[in-house]
């Protein structure tokens, strides 16, 4: 018995550790351990090392302790308690990759913000920082597809803003599992398909708009405001319009284009058999004069009879006539560099109208390739004829400029006219002014500043006789590419437009000699509108809801009047972020637009000088997103009532 007891206490002591136990066990201790020991300086410095272009970040050392009880000592650091609970890097230029993996090592990080840098490739896996509140990552250049899983497990998330990148795919369906979320702004990327149905009673923000999303608004979202759906042709539902009358109207477009198509080949058939038959009657008459001649050939001089007959020319003209028929229903295209399309394709297309005014319609067209078009209806074009607006828009097609979005069809009909210009998903800088969306930085305005500005010195170089050779400029009329480089549309139409309404329709900002009863349009009108952009621009404010409430009030008008009371800092867009060390690049711009907008045309500035001076101003490469201050409001009003 005691043996047997011995041998029981023995035997646990005897059995050797499994090797591969021991072999996991000497990794760990290599690997964890040190990691553990790591102060939060050191992971911060480690972290900054995995960026690349961290020249903003050059003050992190160990010198100072990153955290000072809940007080951050280093650039962009947020701390509570003595540890680091967040990262705001924004506007500093970061590139390279955020490795989240060393983040994750510090156990107090609630939340980080690397917005208006230029990251780019996949987003990075959010979900091993799983004690996140916030994730600010928008106006960054990630892209590619969101994995549906890629927000699971973390339960404390709040606040996700991806907006402005150029991420594809569905929007993550894991989103909708994030019980406390009260945020998300995914706008101004390309995600496609339906919205995920979120059902988070404490939802406060969604904004999707500027995708390719399609299909019903969830129920949860329809109070949501009208422009946070805005630029996703394919969505329906409150509050947008009904998804029944979405489809009405996708087939009244249809319906349209196929009564115009029908309308056109009936008038071409008509005209063919019109012409078949005078040549007929032409071949008949010829035929009998012929056997006439033949007659009295084979009776006089048989050897000269001529064999041919002018009957056996009647099919070759019958060709050309139906050759011809089919020519005309052919789009007219302005370059050699396009896939080649016609009407056919277009009323087969997937359409959507995308406004309508009294100067034409504008719809937008994806057809079989994939291609998306915006296709431009002008009835103001009827007294044009074809060989001139033929030629015209030969010298829309030779224009070639980054800033000018390229024609690249065109269709003539007497009664009206279709143009075709390629599809620019992130919408209009009026759509961003005024949409409620992210809202555009000094350094963004300022370079879309430049770029209008170019463009427009392109058209006064290129069309030198032109009276106005934009003739429509205004915010609408400018659309911002993925990476906000502005492309004028609708120029240089004065000369194919009625002349009875080219004065009404075309100068969007009447400038004063628009005004008066028998008005004209010269070069400075167009100087007048770039003005008034300008000023747009610096205000935030439209200016068209000036002229509607008072024909002799514009948006010059005001700020000159504000500026006069000696209140500058109120002219100011209180949206524009990214000021605090560009005032006085804000101001200079501030007085050209006022140059611009003089009402004495011959006292506005010309195009070469409006350019030279918007050139000369910097974007200030500034750190912080404050508006003018109180304190500064007194220089303000100093320099500009010099």
């Known amino acids: ?245 979405r489809q009405r109207r996708a087939y009244v477009f249809r319906v349209a284009i196929s009564v115009f198509v029908a309308g056109l080949l009936l008038g071409f058939v008509i005209g063919a058999l019109i012409i078949y038959r005078r040549r007929r009657r032409t071949s008949s008459q010829l035929d009998l004069t012929s056997s006439f001649n033949d007659h009295h050939e084979s009776k006089s001089a048989p050897t000269c009879r001529n064999q041919g007959t002018p009957a056996g020319v009647q099919p070759a003209a019958t060709n050309r006539g139906a050759s011809k028929v089919e020519q005309k229903l052919q789009l007219s295209f302005v370059g050699d560099d396009r896939e080649r399309f016609d009407l056919q394709d277009l009323l087969r297309a997937s359409a959507e109208v995308l406004g309508s005014g009294n100067f034409g319609s504008s719809y937008k067209a994806i057809i079989m390739n994939g291609q998306a078009l915006v296709v431009k209806r002008y009835k103001q074009m009827n007294n044009v004829g074809r060989e001139e607006f033929n030629e015209q828009m030969r010298r829309l097609g030779r224009l070639k400029h980054p800033n000018l979005l390229p024609l690249v069809a065109y269709y003539y009909r007497r009664e009206e006219k279709l143009l075709v210009y390629d599809f620019v998903p992130n919408g209009s800088l009026a759509s961003h002014l005024h949409g409620n969306q992210a809202g555009l930085d000094w350094k963004t305005r300022l370079h879309i500043i430049k770029g209008v500005a170019r463009g427009l010195a392109y058209l006064y170089t290129e069309f030198p006789s032109l009276l106005i050779p934009h003739g429509h400029l205004k915010s609408s009329n400018v659309l911002l590419d993925d990476f906000y480089e502005p492309l004028l549309t609708d120029y240089a139409l004065a000369p194919v437009t009625n002349p009875e309404h080219s004065r009404q329709l075309l100068v969007a900002y009447k400038s004063p000699e628009c005004t008066l009863p028998q008005g004209h349009v010269n070069k400075k009108t167009d100087i007048w509108s770039l003005g008034t952009l300008i000023l747009e621009m610096l205000t935030g404010r439209f200016p068209v809801s000036y002229i509607a409430h008072d024909k002799d009030a514009d948006l010059a008008t005001w700020v000159m009047s504000t500026v006069n009371d000696e209140r500058t800092s109120a002219v100011f867009d209180k949206e524009m972020r990214g000021t605090k060390n560009c005032k006085g690049e804000m101001i200079k711009l501030l007085k050209i637009g006022l140059s611009c907008c003089e009402r004495d045309e011959e006292r506005r500035l010309s195009i070469s000088e409006v350019v030279g001076k918007i050139e000369e101003l910097r974007d200030c490469d500034a750190p912080t997103s404050d508006a003018p201050s109180y304190a500064s409001r007194t220089i303000i009003d100093d320099d500009l009532n010099r």
């Open 1 to 245: 018995m005691g043996a047997h007891v011995a041998r029981l206490v023995r035997a646990p002591a005897a059995a050797p550790a499994p090797p591969s136990f021991l072999i996991l066990l000497i990794i760990f201790s290599c690997l964890v351990v040190p990691n553990l020991s790591l102060t939060d300086s050191e992971i911060l410095l480690k972290f900054r090392d995995s960026l690349a272009n961290t020249t903003a970040l050059a003050s992190w050392n160990l010198s100072v302790n990153p955290c000072s009880g809940d007080n951050g000592k280093w650039i962009g650091v947020r701390c509570s308690g003595g540890s680091v609970s967040g990262l705001k890097l924004e506007n500093t230029g970061l590139k390279g990759s955020i490795d989240v993996d060393i983040l994750q090592l510090l156990p107090h990080l609630r939340s980080i913000s690397f917005m208006h840098n230029e990251f780019q490739g996949p987003l990075p896996r959010l979900r091993v920082l799983g004690a996140l509140k916030s994730v600010f990552l928008s106006n960054n250049r990630f892209s590619g597809e969101i994995p549906g899983d890629a927000f699971v497990g973390m339960g404390s998330l709040k606040k996700v803003y991806l907006a402005n990148n150029e991420l594809t795919g569905s929007i993550p369906s894991s989103l909708i599992t994030l019980t406390r979320l009260l945020e998300l702004r995914i706008e101004g990327n390309q995600f496609q398909g339906r919205i995920p149905d979120f059902q988070q009673k404490g939802l406060k923000l969604v904004n999707v708009s500027n995708n390719e999303l399609e299909g019903p608004i969830p129920h949860r979202l329809s109070k949501m405001d009208i422009s946070s759906f805005s630029g996703n042709d394919g969505l329906c539902g409150q509050p947008l319009e009904s998804c029944e009358s």
